[in-house]
C-alpha cells in the first residue's frame, strides 16, 4: 500500500524532516504543496551542489541564475533576457500537448523579466526511426511546437534534433526563447514592500497539470501513459493575448515585480516569490478564477494551468490590471497579498487551509551530496584503435551519412515552424547558428544596429564515451557556430538531460560534463547566466534499465556589432577553400556519425578540445568577418570535412574541386568531428591576406580546394581522384532521407 507521503514524491525520511520541522504532522494541501516545491523539477535537491561549479559573472551580464531567465547587456539601450527548459516527460505521454506548453513556459519565463519574446529554439531528442512509437512522437512533438509558436507568433529560429536508441522511451524536448527589452527596466520576481497585492491574469484555473512537478521527478515505468492528466494544455491564443496585456502594463510602469505560473502553480509561484522578496504570503483561493467546478484548495494551488502570471502590484494601481485584463479580454483576481512573518498561508472560502514556513518549502529542501563511481563501460569502450576499422568506399560511405537522420536535412522539422514572423530573421534555420536584427515593437526609434546569433548543441553521445572532454566540446562548438556569424559568443544558457541520479554512475556523468562545460566556459568567457536540470530520464521496463545519454543542452547567444556585416555557411562566388584552427593534432574518428553509421560502432575516446586554441579560432573569425575578408564560415561537426563542404554546396549554387594531400587515412580524415576547425571561403586576391593573419594568430590553414561555377563536387586524396558526382543528385538524398524515414 502506498504511503502518504509516496503519493507526494517524497522519500519517508524527507517526511520526517518535515513533521520534525513543523513539529506537527502536514495537512493533506500543505504535503501536496511541499511534494511539488521538494521535488527533483522545483529543487534541484540532487544537482544544486554540481551547479555552484559554473562561472555565472561578466560584466554584461546583468541577471544571473536565481531568476525566471537570465539577462545580458547589449549596449547602452537594448538588453536581451533568454533562457532554456526542459518538458520531456510530459512530451513522451502527450507529445503535442507536452511540447507546445513547453514552448508556452519558457516563452512567459522571459516574459516575466519584462522583455518582449522574439525568438524561439528547440533541442529535440527521439529513439531510432525504425521505431513506430518514436515517429510518432517526433510528429507530435514536432506539431505541438509549430502549433504553439506559429499561433502566438514568436519565431522558432533554430534548434537541433538528433536520434539515438537511447532516447526510444525518453525523448528530450527543450524549449528556448529569446527576448528584448530596454536597458535597466528589468523585472524580478519580487515585492517590494508588506502589503502589496497579489493579481493573477490570464487564462482561468483547471485540473490539468496536478502533480506535474511530481511526474517531472521520476523515472517511467510500463504505466506512463495513466500519467496523462499530469501534461497541461496550453492556448496559444490566450498566450499571446497575456504577452501583450503584461507588456502593456509593464509599459505604464504598473507591476512592481512578476513570477509566472509554472512548475507547482500558484504554490511554487507565491511562495518563491515570497522566498525573493523575504516576506510572507497569503492566498485567497476562493477568488482564482476557474473553468471547473468543484475544484478543491489542492487543487487551486498545484494546478500548472497554462497562460497564467501573478503580478505585484500596490493597491491604488488594481484597478489599472483590470482595465488592461478586460481590454484583452483576460480572467483576473486579486489571489494574495504580501505579509511580514515569513510564512506561507491559503485561506479557502475563509479558512485556513495550509500554513508554512517559507523558508521550509523554499530553502529546505533537502541537498543531496550523491555517491558518484565511474561507469565501468568506458574501459571497453575505450579500447578502440581507429586503424584497424576496414576499408570503406569514400562514396558508399558519403551516401550512408547523408542519409543518417543525424546529419540529413531537417527541413522537414524546421518549414514547419514559422521563422519568419516579426520579420527579424537575418539567418534561417539550417546553418550553424541564427540571426536576428534587435528591432522594438514598442519603441521603434530605438532600433538597434546590433544583431544577436544563437546556437544550440548538445552531442550526448560525446558525452556519454566522455563526460568531462564530452562537455568542453559541446560548449566550444556552440561558441563556435556563433563565432562563424560574425558575433561574439557573450553567454550560454544550458539544460542537462541526464538519467537517474541515484545511480551512482549516473552522477558521476553529470559531475563530470559540469566540471568539462565549467571549464569551457571560463576559458571562452561565457558565463552560464540560467539554465534548467532535468534529471531521471530513465525507464524501467520489464526489468531493462534504460536511461538517455547524459546530454547536456547548450545554447550560446553572442553579438554582431554590425547587422550587415555577417556571413552564414553558403558559397558566395568563386574563390578558393581554405580549412583553418587547430590542424596539427591527428584525426579522431571516435564517436562520430560515420563510426556508428557506416560501421555500426559507438566506441572510442572523445577529441579533446585546446581551449587556447579554440579562443583564438572564435576571435579570429569575428575579425575576419567583420573585416570582409572571408565570404563564408561553416564549422566542422556531424559527419565531418566532406559533409561541411557539400552543405555549403546545398545552400549555394556552385560546385567544388577538394585537393587533399594527408598522411591520414582517407575516411579519418574526411569523416572525424574534429573540433577547433572552420572551413572559410575566401576570394582568390584576399587568400595570402588570409593566410597571413591566421599564421600571426597561431593557428593552421590548409588549402582543400575551390568554389568552381559547374555543380558538381570532385574529390582527390593525395593526387588520386576519388569521385566526381553531381551535387543535386547528392542534395536529392540529403534533403528526402528524413521524411521518408519518418
Excluded at 551516401?399 to 519568419?420: E, F, G, H
Excluded at 593557428?699 to 574529390?715: F, K, N, T
Aim: proline share 5%.
Amino acid at each position: 500500500m502506498e504511503k502518504l507521503w509516496e503519493a507526494h514524491g517524497l522519500s519517508e525520511e524527507e517526511y520526517k524532516k518535515i513533521v520534525s520541522f513543523l513539529g506537527r504532522e502536514p495537512n493533506n494541501v500543505e504535503l501536496g504543496v511541499l511534494g511539488a516545491l521538494w521535488s527533483e523539477h522545483c529543487s534541484y535537491k540532487s544537482s544544486r551542489a554540481v551547479l555552484k561549479k559554473f562561472p555565472t559573472q561578466a560584466e554584461w551580464v546583468v541577471q544571473g541564475p536565481g531568476e525566471n531567465a537570465g539577462v545580458i547587456r547589449v549596449d547602452d539601450d537594448v538588453w536581451v533576457a533568454f533562457k532554456i527548459e526542459s518538458h520531456n516527460h510530459p512530451s513522451f505521454i502527450e507529445p503535442f500537448n507536452g511540447a507546445a506548453t513547453g514552448v508556452g513556459g519558457i516563452i512567459r519565463d522571459v516574459l516575466s523579466m519584462g522583455a518582449r519574446p522574439i525568438a524561439l529554439a528547440d533541442s529535440l531528442r527521439f529513439g531510432e526511426l525504425t521505431d513506430q512509437r518514436t515517429k510518432f512522437l517526433v510528429k507530435g512533438v514536432v506539431k505541438g511546437i509549430s502549433s504553439y509558436g506559429n499561433s502566438i507568433g514568436v519565431p522558432t529560429v533554430g534548434g537541433e534534433t538528433f536520434f539515438e536508441g537511447s532516447y526510444r522511451t525518453n525523448p528530450l524536448v527543450n524549449a528556448f526563447c529569446l527576448g528584448i527589452l530596454p536597458a535597466n527596466r528589468m523585472y524580478r520576481a519580487r515585492a517590494t514592500k508588506v502589503g502589496q497585492l497579489l493579481f493573477l491574469i490570464g487564462s482561468s484555473t483547471g485540473r490539468d497539470g496536478i502533480h506535474g512537478a511530481v511526474m517531472a521527478s521520476g523515472e517511467f515505468g510500463e504505466d506512463a501513459q495513466e500519467k496523462r492528466p499530469n501534461v497541461q494544455v496550453g492556448d496559444p491564443y490566450f498566450g499571446k493575448k497575456l504577452i501583450e496585456a503584461v507588456l502593456e502594463a509593464v509599459e505604464r510602469g504598473i507591476p512592481v515585480g512578476m513570477q509566472d505560473l509554472g512548475a507547482a502553480g500558484l504554490a511554487g509561484s507565491a511562495s518563491e516569490l515570497a522566498s525573493k522578496s523575504d516576506m510572507g504570503v497569503e492566498l485567497y483561493l476562493d477568488k482564482v478564477p476557474l473553468r471547473e467546478e468543484g475544484m478543491n484548495p489542492y487543487e487551486i494551488l498545484l494546478s500548472e494551468s497554462q497562460e497564467r502570471m501573478l503580478l505585484v502590484v500596490e493597491e491604488e494601481n488594481v484597478k489599472y490590471l483590470e482595465e488592461i485584463a478586460e481590454k484583452y479580454h483576460l480572467n483576473y483576481a486579486v489571489v494574495g497579498r504580501t505579509t511580514d512573518d515569513k510564512r506561507f498561508r491559503a485561506f479557502f472560502n475563509g479558512e485556513l487551509v495550509a500554513e508554512l514556513p517559507v523558508n521550509l518549502i523554499v530553502d529546505e529542501a533537502p541537498v543531496y551530496s550523491r555517491p558518484v563511481k565511474e561507469p565501468s563501460y568506458l574501459k571497453e569502450l575505450r579500447d578502440f584503435d581507429q586503424e584497424l576499422l576496414p576499408e570503406v568506399d569514400i562514396k558508399e560511405a558519403l551516401i550512408k551519412l547523408l542519409s543518417s537522420p543525424n546529419v540529413c536535412s531537417k527541413a522537414w522539422i524546421y518549414t514547419q515552424y514559422d521563422y519568419q514572423v516579426g520579420t527579424n530573421t537575418v539567418i534561417k534555420p539550417g546553418g550553424d547558428a541564427a540571426l536576428l536584427r534587435l528591432k522594438w515593437v514598442e519603441k521603434p526609434e530605438l532600433h538597434s544596429k546590433k544583431g544577436i546569433a544563437i546556437s544550440s548543441e548538445g552531442n550526448g553521445r560525446f558525452v556519454f564515451l566522455n563526460p568531462y572532454e564530452g562537455g568542453k566540446y559541446i560548449v566550444a562548438e556552440a561558441c563556435r557556430n556563433v563565432a562563424c556569424t560574425g558575433a561574439v559568443p557573450l553567454a550560454i544558457t544550458d539544460c542537462l538531460n541526464f538519467g537517474n541520479p541515484e545511480r551512482p554512475e549516473i552522477m558521476w556523468q553529470l559531475l563530470k560534463a559540469v566540471e568539462g562545460m565549467s571549464e569551457a566556459c571560463r576559458e571562452l568567457n561565457v558565463p552560464v547566466i540560467s539554465g534548467n536540470v532535468s534529471l531521471y530520464n530513465e525507464t524501467v521496463e520489464k526489468n531493462e534499465v534504460r536511461n538517455v545519454y547524459p546530454t547536456p543542452v547548450v545554447v550560446c547567444v553572442g553579438v554582431l556589432e554590425d547587422i550587415e556585416r555577417f556571413v552564414d555557411i553558403a558559397y558566395q562566388a568563386p574563390g578558393e577553400l581554405i580549412l583553418i584552427g587547430d590542424l596539427k593534432r591527428p584525426s579522431q574518428i571516435d564517436g562520430s556519425e560515420y563510426l556508428k553509421v557506416v560501421h555500426g560502432l559507438v566506441k572510442g575516446d572523445v577529441p579533446k578540445v585546446d581551449l587556447g586554441k579554440e579562443r583564438t579560432l572564435i576571435e579570429t573569425l569575428s575579425f575576419l568577418i567583420k573585416n570582409d575578408i572571408v565570404k563564408s564560415a561553416h564549422d566542422i561537426s556531424s559527419g565531418g570535412l566532406l559533409v561541411n563542404v557539400l552543405e555549403s554546396l546545398f545552400t549555394s549554387k556552385f560546385g567544388a574541386e577538394i585537393e587533399l594531400y594527408s598522411d591520414e587515412r582517407a575516411d579519418i580524415f574526411l569523416f572525424a568531428e574534429m573540433p577547433t576547425r572552420v572551413v572559410v571561403s575566401v576570394e582568390q586576391s584576399k587568400s595570402d591576406q588570409l593566410k597571413d593573419l591566421i599564421e600571426e594568430r597561431g593557428l593552421d590553414w590548409m588549402y582543400i580546394g575551390r568554389i568552381i561555377p559547374e555543380r558538381v563536387i570532385r574529390l582527390s586524396y593525395n593526387g588520386e581522384l576519388v569521385f566526381e558526382e553531381d551535387v543535386e543528385t547528392l542534395k536529392e538524398v540529403w534533403e528526402r532521407s528524413l521524411e521518408e524515414a519518418l
